[in-house]
């Protein structure tokens, strides 16, 4: 289990059945964890949650600070050509846009002349990239392409988080801003506040949220040298700077500003404000409020410790469309509480309210009708029917109301086209759609409640559901809670119930932030839930665009000795899926990458902790799948005293049969290549192979694994053969009788997506033996498997090879036989799939 919060996260049983892959062990993907399943949330979904954003929703009128949810991610249209080559640019800047001057500073080329459309999409895009693409690498002089407005124009930028530095702001401070919304930005300071009044003629939309250092300057003052000599540089708030000179500025704002920033002084320049958000800002005062009474149509005040003065002030407000005095219910004690008086004097004073939100409060009087007096029937959003008594004055519904954890979202009639709370999907949905951009706190009990919804109901707005959670993993990938919560909810919105739901793209979308979730929080539960949300995709098929960076991640999960045992279980599981049925390309590089070594040191710890456990197994099976065909791999295996972890684990566990299966399965793969043959020619690797032959562990397998080994051997000749004992003889004769004791229609646990192996001990007379077994492993393929062997020993030139031994005098009578066989098989097949239609 999986500890989160004091809760316990998301723990899977993983399969216990698997299919085989060419001498591998492929386990069956696409497929899930079984089991029950166990994501529990941090809370339930009766805990109380809260909730509050600066933000209108969608259809409103009122402007707001943007919660930028990707686009439309139902279809597999492709990419418009200015999104790609938007992203050509970014990944290419010195060999596109800009060059390299002095080797390091980006400068535009003197040809290129960008309109603001294009100027605006590039800046707003490389910050999705910093922010979102973990693979993409922010270039320290980007913004200085834009620092001359004769060439490129910047109108609407969005910067967000510690991208954005004071030189930044100052390459840019030539342009003729319009909208600057700078999201937690906390690398700033009052070096950019003095920048922004370059912007002061032009900006019309200011966001300054979290922005907490902005008005910190550094200062190094005498009389302070004993606290300098530990901290040469000591912070001053600023308390001198205003917006002066901002006539254009309508919208602002300065939502979680740090305490002792002087508000009033500091607003009271701005003489036609239309939007303000001052959330988490503390003022006893709110007089100052007035002044934009006849201009002021959106006001935030989430988390403002409210009194009676305050609501005074706010009814004065008379333009007021959209109001906000939503509360994080957890955060801290809040004297104030809501009361039926209020709520009217709200509908009776803000005649143009569209948009209100109260989430988070408590209710001091009940504001409620009575069950009996609520009108039976299908729920209605008309104000005369509402449920909340001081609602029923509204001239017409509300666009927006914020409900979320009181207990007023749990009412029958809400005058409202939209509700955020937490009584159904759809409340939840909206809440998480309102706050994601400035409220992580609310968003992550939110997606937490929508988590239980996906568990224990079904999501009947799936593709909604996916586009939220998605955008708030990249909009919070630092934050524990979202990243938490988000991966949970994404293991359960994209399980097989909901596949055929889910395009090509979206799929692809959820795999990038989940592993954009992976690289960025190294947090055991984020990378469990993120491992297990994996297990939905068919693999390797759906993780092949992003093979490489998903087998670093998890080669990096694995390489901790002190690793929780669940996500190796489910680490080791995906490693193994990633190397089978892959070409021996990608086998190769995900070896260079130190898989075979960290799956060594996997196996070593185990056999040290004297445990044969999932791990363990799995290891060995992916030892075998990435041997497969792949010399430098198996050569890797042998350099890093794979041979006697093997004689170890065999001592250590001589009942273990699929682990037995595992590890000759990969001792196959050894053998097959020549060059590292002489390595398994010592008397103690013989004799255990000679051993296993009698096996009768998992079927056949392992005794014809093991005769498989020493094929190979036996082929290279008698002059090979360096050892006394056993004696060469005496091996070949235990191998015949092996071979001899099988069941020609036993059903197999393996998947050859290749014959080259075997076909090559056909054509030769050195090792009967050898060519006896490769003939028994064709027969008794294409005999309980026509459909997928026969095309394929057909396609790789078998049946020749197979006709040509039959000629052979060194042949014996009972290998020829059984050729004969195999031809017959795949002729009558070939007859059976003729295409007569023409």
Known sequence: MLESSGTAWILERL??????????????????????????????????????????????????????????????????????????????????????????????????????????????????????????????????????????????????????????????????????????????????????????????????????????????????????????????????????????????????????????????????????????????????????????????????????????????????????????????YYKFKLTRKVLSLFVQKLGNLMSLDISGHMILENCSISKMDEEAGQTSIEPSKSSIMPFRALKRPLQFLGLFETSLCRLTHIPAYKVSGDKNEEQVLNAIEAYTEHRPEITSRAINLLFDIARIERCNQLLRALKLVITALKCHKYDKNIQVTGSAALFYLTNSEYRSEQSVKLRRQVIQVVLNGMESYQEVTVQRNCCLTLCNFSIPEELEFQYRRVNELLLSILNPTRQDESIQRIAVHLCNALVCQVDNDHKEAVGKMGFVVTMLKLIQKKLLDKICDQVMEFSWSALWNITDETPDNCEMFLNFNGMKLFLDCLKEFPEKQELHRNMLGLLGNVAEVKELRPQLMTSQFISVFSNLLESKADGIEVSYNACGVLSHIMFDGPEAWGICEPQREEVEERMWAAIQSWDINSRRNINYRSFEPILRLLPQGISPVSQHWATWALYNLVSVYPDKYCPLLIKEGGLPLLRDMIKMATARQETKEMARKVIGHCSNFKEENMDTSR
């Not at 409103?60 to 597999?76: G, K, Y």
């Not at 992203?87 to 980006?106: A, H, I, P, S, V």
């Open 15 to 332: 399969p216990k059945g698997m299919t085989r892959c060419r001498k591998s062990n492929r386990m069956g993907w696409g497929c899930k964890p079984e089991g029950q399943g166990s994501l529990i949330g941090c809370g339930s979904a009766n805990d109380p949650v809260s909730a509050g954003e600066s933000l209108l929703p969608l259809g409103a009128p009122v402007l707001n600070w943007p919660t930028r949810l990707p686009p439309s991610m139902a279809s597999d249209t492709p990419e418009s050509l200015m999104a790609l080559c938007t992203d050509f640019c970014l990944r290419n800047l010195d060999g596109t846009l800009g060059y390299l001057l002095d080797k390091e500073t980006l400068r535009l080329h003197p040809d290129i002349f960008l309109p603001s459309e294009i100027c605006d999409r590039l800046v707003n895009e490389y910050v999705e990239l910093v922010n979102a693409a973990c693979n993409f690498e922010p270039h320290e002089s980007f913004f200085s392409l834009f620092s001359d407005p004769r060439s490129t124009r910047l109108t609407r930028i969005h910067l967000r988080e510690d991208l954005v530095q004071d030189q930044d702001l100052e390459a840019i401070r030539k342009q003729d801003l319009v909208e600057l919304y700078l999201t937690n930005c906390e690398k700033l300071s009052a070096k950019s506040l003095q920048t922004l009044r370059s912007f002061s003629h032009t900006l019309v939309s200011l966001s300054l949220f979290g922005c907490a250092n902005i008005f910190y300057e550094e200062e190094n003052p005498g009389g302070c040298e004993d606290e300098c000599l530990v901290n040469p540089t000591c912070q001053v708030l600023v308390k001198d700077f205003t917006f002066e000179g901002f006539s254009r500025l309508r919208f602002l704002n300065l939502g979680r500003m740090i305490d002792g920033v002087p508000v009033e002084s500091l607003l009271r320049p701005l003489s036609s404000l239309a939007a303000l958000d001052l959330s988490g800002i503390q003022t006893s005062d709110a007089a100052f409020l007035t002044q934009w009474k006849d201009s002021l149509v959106s006001l935030v005040l989430y988390n403002m410790d409210l009194s009676d003065d305050h609501i005074r002030v706010i009814v004065q407000l008379h333009k007021l469309r959209h109001l906000d005095i939503s509360r994080d219910r957890l955060s801290s």
